[in-house]
């Protein structure tokens, strides 16, 4: 396997594919940022290794073992049967880096990209290998977060779609496979709508952001970490055609209630604003604290999940 670039989802993507027991190459054009990547990458899998939470069966050091770095795209791509793009969220930066990839890679490796909101059609067409083209969107960290959205372009040929689905399963992430591209693809489409209610109820004046922020984190945020809203529906009531039967009627009253999208300005942002910052000001020490303990609680959480699957 083999990763282009060494920001944040790359060393992550980087450590669950050593966790796995895969070979990978971090590439970058900087020898600095690599260099910093696997010191990052070694302090936190002694850390974590430290207090029980390292994935995988290998020790620390047979998983950095199997972590090397390159310079030269056309060495790092030798012998690579998967490559993750992990570039800046930027759209011509992308194309120009599967456009050069394109013209080393053979006909066996897929070509994967970490984008979260740039469509496949966008990215991937005109190549020659565009059969083998496909997103695979994790979830910030994806170390501890492990969700993973395939979504083909068009023309990506379904045994791509099918071995990274399997990759994916193979090192413990959890993959959902989109049947096509929409924007947003479906993570950021759910958060959206949830961030969209929740801005107007603010906006309106129906509740506070702080105890918006409760709302989810201690009443839906519970129930959603082990199950979704459409199972949610089926034990709510005998099953989900009986939910309609209760609630279709309720549900779509309140729906009709709701404003249009957001403009995401003026007043509120700046009382939504006030209020975080008030819990946790916006000085980089206190956010990567605050950071540390979210990824943390993910780990816990993780942990938990995995513990109460075996049970």
């Not at 030798?78 to 793009?85: K, P, Y």
């Not at 740039?118 to 501890?144: A, D, E, R």
């Not at 916006?282 to 604290?289: G, R, S, Y």
């Amino acid at each position: 396997c083999f990763f282009l670039f060494s920001g944040l989802i790359g060393r992550s993507w980087a450590m669950v594919f050593a966790a796995g027991g895969f070979k990978v190459k971090l590439y970058d054009i900087a020898q600095q940022q690599l260099t910093s990547a696997l010191e990052n990458i070694r302090k936190q899998m002694k850390e974590m290794e430290k207090s029980g939470v390292l994935k995988g069966a290998l020790s620390a050091e047979q998983q950095l073992a199997l972590i090397s770095v390159c310079t030269d795209l056309k060495a790092a791509v030798e012998g690579a049967t998967f490559i993750q793009e992990c570039t800046p969220e930027n759209l011509e930066l992308k194309k120009k880096i599967f456009g050069q990839l394109d013209l080393i890679v053979g006909d066996n490796v897929i070509l994967s990209s970490s984008t979260s909101c740039l469509l496949p059609s966008k990215l991937f067409t005109g190549l020659k290998h565009v059969k083998q083209c496909i997103v695979s969107h994790p979830v910030n960290p994806p170390y501890f977060v492990p969700l993973v959205e395939i979504v083909p372009h068009p023309e990506t040929d379904p045994s791509t779609t099918e071995k990274t689905y399997a990759l994916m399963k193979k090192i413990g992430q959890s993959p959902v496979k989109l049947n096509r591209e929409i924007e947003g693809f479906v993570l950021n489409r759910l958060q959206y709508a949830v961030i969209s209610e929740a801005w107007r109820l603010v906006d309106e004046g129906v509740i506070s952001p702080t105890d918006l922020d409760l709302v989810m984190s201690d009443g839906l945020g519970m129930r959603y970490a082990f199950i979704g809203p459409l199972e949610t529906m089926h034990l709510n009531a005998e099953g989900v055609s009986n939910y309609c039967e209760r609630y279709a009627e309720g549900m779509r009253l309140v729906l009709n209630t709701f404003g249009p999208v957001p403009e995401f300005s003026g007043e509120t942002v700046q009382k939504v604003n006030q209020a975080l910052s008030e819990k946790i000001p916006v000085v980089p020490k206190v956010l990567d604290a605050r950071r540390k303990w979210r990824d943390e609680c993910l780990t816990g959480l993780a942990k938990l999940k995995t513990q109460m699957k075996s049970d």
